[in-house]
């Protein structure tokens, strides 16, 4: 037989197999993606992708069809991405704030396929996914500089849902105006109270008076509803874009290091193997009580990353604690620690678990 026949019979053969395996594949893509949005995590996982390259190159005996074999997989993860996006197109995502607020920013870069849907205030986003309004809410719990939202632990402790993501987002403050100000027509600067005060340097190098607003968001639109060039407002970039503004100055803000982290909180808890663990309990009011479940805690092999202590609103003088713990918690070595920290704890909820370092 001639080779070229031979060699496109081989090809068709194998295309048809091929066919057939890609359907199969799609249609686990298809459950990942119904997983993901019950649980509100984002299509995108480049740790998962480069361990799928990584496991996959094994079975290619051949060195020089390696290096062709990488793109070629990689296309294939691309089109899956593209068919789960278009799966969780419906997602629904609760956030607290206005269109242009650091909230909004964070869901619309997690879930850049998502519905973003505003509340007013952390309860009412996180209410509307226990009452099945919205799939997920993104919500901040702690920045760099400012601390923890007190609040967003508070309805963790207190309410249904789990953590299934923790997210950083770099903050970073411009002086944003009418397009064609310049710095020197500023006279005044609106923005949230937090952020002039992380720019209060550069606002008082220049001699801008200052005035307070409920968020950055409100403050850019008040700046271009107003159409008065010698008023300016202290927001993101996105948040310029969105409300027609200019970028007048970059990066006014004090410390380069500002980061707020947000936690993406759903109905169902995730299963997969996951970096870090989040944990909240009550203690008995006795001496050592606390000591005690610290060291089972220590005992089993876990650090603890963070502990913070709430007060309880409906008891005075009595707390409970906010703990992350790193390593997994659904691990048999993580149950058996659960089980041992119930025994010496009025209350043991595990509310969450995530991936270290997640930038958006």
């Given amino acids: 037989m001639d080779k070229l026949i031979k060699a496109r019979e081989i090809i068709n053969e194998t295309d048809k197999q091929i066919a057939a395996l890609f359907e199969k594949r799609m249609e686990a893509v298809k459950m990942v993606a119904e997983y993901k949005k019950e649980r509100g995590l984002p299509v995108f996982d480049s740790?998962?992708?480069?361990?799928?390259?990584?496991?996959?190159?094994?079975?290619?005996?051949?060195?020089?069809?390696?290096?062709?074999?990488?793109?070629?997989?990689?296309s294939t993860m691309d089109i899956s991405k593209r068919f789960q996006h278009r799966i969780m197109e419906g997602v629904n995502i609760a956030y607290s704030g206005v269109e242009g607020a650091f909230?909004?920013?964070?869901?619309?870069?997690?879930?850049?396929?998502?519905?973003?849907?505003?509340?007013?205030?952390?309860?009412?986003?996180y209410e509307a996914v226990e009452k099945g309004e919205c799939d997920c809410a993104v919500i901040p719990i702690e920045n760099s500089r400012a601390g923890e939202v007190g609040q967003t632990i508070d309805l963790l402790f207190s309410g249904s849902l789990y953590v299934n993501g923790v997210y950083s987002l770099d903050v970073r403050h411009n002086l944003i105006g009418l397009p064609g100000t310049k710095e020197d027509d500023i006279k005044e600067v609106i923005s949230h109270q937090q952020a002039l005060?992380?720019?209060?340097?550069?606002?008082?190098?220049?001699?801008y008076k200052s005035k307070s607003c409920e968020n950055t968001a409100r403050a850019a639109k008040y700046v271009a509803d107003s159409g008065n060039p010698s008023l300016?407002?202290?927001a993101s970039r996105e948040?310029?874009?969105?409300?027609?503004?200019?970028?007048?100055?970059?990066?006014?803000?004090?410390?380069?290091?500002?980061?707020?982290?947000?936690?993406?909180?759903?109905?169902?808890?995730c299963k997969e193997k996951r970096d870090h663990s989040i944990i909240?309990?009550?203690?008995?009011?006795?001496?050592?009580?606390?000591?005690?479940?610290?060291?089972?805690?220590?005992?089993?092999?876990?650090?603890?990353?963070?502990?913070?202590?709430?007060?309880?609103?409906?008891?005075?003088?009595t707390y409970y604690f906010y703990v992350e713990i790193t390593g997994d918690l659904q691990s048999k070595r993580g149950m058996y620690m659960l089980d041992e920290l119930s025994e010496c704890c009025d209350k043991l909820k595990m509310i969450g678990t995530f991936k270290d370092n997640c930038k958006i």
Avoid at 197 to 207: E, F, H, K, L, T
Wanted: glycine share 6%.
């Fill in 103 to 125: 909230a909004h920013i964070a869901a619309g870069r997690i879930f850049p396929d998502g519905n973003r849907i505003s509340y007013p205030d952390f309860k009412a986003a």
């Fill in 232 to 234: 300016a407002a202290i």
């Fill in 47 to 74: 740790s998962r992708e480069d361990l799928v390259i990584k496991n996959n190159l094994k079975n290619i005996e051949d060195d020089e069809i390696k290096e062709f074999y990488v793109p070629f997989i990689r």
């Fill in 197 to 207: 005060d992380q720019c209060a340097s550069y606002i008082r190098n220049q001699g």
């Fill in 280 to 317: 909240v309990f009550t203690v008995p009011d006795k001496a050592g009580a606390l000591a005690h479940a610290i060291n089972v805690i220590g005992h089993h092999g876990y650090s603890m990353r963070s502990i913070k202590s709430r007060a309880m609103k409906d008891l005075m003088w």
């Fill in 239 to 269: 948040t310029a874009e969105l409300y027609g503004l200019s970028v007048i100055r970059e990066n006014i803000n004090e410390a380069s290091n500002n980061t707020t982290r947000f936690v993406v909180v759903t109905r169902t808890l």
